[in-house]
């Protein structure tokens, strides 16, 4: 009895060590493992919003609910999230979700991870060469706290198990294991995950797991290529959007639509700086009979070689040409007075009659030009009136036998 009690008390003591030691082991470990999983939580949340801020930008900048609805979709999808809201630069919600259920935990995970649940980005959209970017709204996004709670146990877990096999002898032996089957492939993607480019996510370096090709892990690494490959997409789209916004798809320049938003910004900076600030509008003449002549065709590639010719004039940065609609051009010319902007209208009008397009009614294809200069801080002009000064000037210009420029009230 003396001896088996002994050995009882042997093999407790001997229990009893192991758990104090795998105890300490497991609390040490646990505190290190904090600060990573608090430092992988961060640093993960913040890539994945670097990764979709392109997507939701455009969102915002377009006021496009369905596709602010797909950055959230992928926000879930990454899993830990609580809570998504998408505002305009009016703080107007485009799209917002939110776990039907209560994020709750004890008092310690709140301790621990309580601080690090609350993200938030601006949303900058950049306007062009030569604009500045544009706070077109935000962004807010929570974690769910039970989540982060519940990640934390598993790996509590873990460590504490380590410990116990530790203790044991039996942990160098698990260890290498864990590395070499999970550790090393989990490295692998997470390697290549801080590798992607925000820019080009659907081209990130795809590791090959070997043996895991069927398991979770190899799942893992599916389900990230799919999601990756869902943002490409995303920004693709977010291209091909901003594109069809900006661009005429008839001659490749600026449409009118980016026409409004620069000189919107054109005229701020102007006012700002106390410069002058100078409108091109250009028509081309007798177009209708050329269309009526030649056809519609050979008037779209007229329409075309008159916008490279405008552009080859206009290259100065801040300055701005576009089709402002039909065989109508305008142009922005920054820190411009009105005689400088007669000299630039006079090379637009000689590049178009060197372009020597034959016109049935006329020796050539010509074009009527008005022009109208102010600068905001001095000027009585506000911006629509300045515009409205340019569009009669280029009416005169008509009226008084087209192919001039006419930059005083009267004909000329």
């Not at 993960?44 to 959230?72: M, S, W, Y």
Request: charged share 25%; proline share 3%; hydrophobic share 45%.
């Amino acid at each position: 009895m003396m001896r088996r009690s002994l050995t009882a008390k042997q093999a407790g003591l001997t229990l009893l060590i192991a758990i104090v030691l795998s105890i300490v082991a497991g609390a040490l470990e646990l505190a290190s493992d904090v600060r990573t999983l608090r430092a992988e939580v961060r640093e993960q949340t913040e890539h994945t919003l670097r990764l979709v801020n392109g997507t939701a930008t455009e969102a915002a900048f377009q006021l496009n609910p369905d596709l602010a609805e797909q950055v959230i979709d992928g926000l879930f999808a990454a899993g830990n999230v609580q809570q998504v809201v998408i505002r305009d630069d009016f703080q107007r919600v485009m799209a917002s979700r939110e776990l039907g259920r209560d994020s709750q935990a004890g008092w310690l995970i709140e301790r621990l991870f309580g601080d690090i649940l609350h993200y938030h980005a601006n949303l900058d959209y950049d306007l062009g060469p030569g604009s500045p970017t544009s706070s077109v709204g935000e962004i807010e996004l929570s974690l769910a706290l039970d989540s982060l709670g519940n990640a934390f146990v598993e790996r509590s877990r873990i460590v504490f198990l380590l410990s116990v096999l530790k203790a044991f002898a039996i942990a160098a032996l698990v260890v290498a294991v864990f590395h070499a089957f999970i550790t090393r492939p989990l490295l692998k993607v997470h390697t290549a995950i801080a590798a992607t480019d925000p820019r080009r996510p659907g081209d990130w370096p795809k590791p090959a797991l070997g043996n895991h090709d069927n398991d979770e892990l190899g799942e893992l690494v599916e389900s990230l290529d799919e999601l990756l490959n869902a943002f490409q997409h995303g920004l693709e789209q977010r291209d091909q959007l901003h594109q069809i916004s900006t661009l005429d798809g008839l001659t490749g320049i600026a449409n009118r639509r980016c026409f409004d938003d620069v000189y919107a910004a054109s005229w701020e900076k102007s006012l700002r700086d106390g410069t002058p600030l100078a409108v091109i509008f250009l028509d081309v003449d007798h177009f209708k009979a050329y269309n009526d002549h030649f056809g519609h065709a050979l008037g779209d590639d007229t329409l075309r070689a008159l916008a490279t010719a405008l552009a080859g004039v206009v290259t100065r940065p801040g300055d701005l040409v576009a089709r402002y609609g039909g065989e109508e051009f305008v142009c922005v010319l920054a820190n411009t007075d009105l005689d400088a902007a007669q000299r630039v209208a006079e090379r637009i009008r000689q590049a178009i009659n060197a372009l020597d397009l034959p016109h049935p009614d006329a020796d050539r294809v010509t074009a009527s030009i008005g022009i109208a200069s102010a600068t905001p801080a001095d000027d009585s002009l506000d911006r629509e009136q300045l515009l409205a000064l340019a569009d009669q000037r280029l009416y005169h210009a008509k009226h008084a036998g087209r192919d001039r420029i006419v930059t005083s009230e009267a004909p000329g």
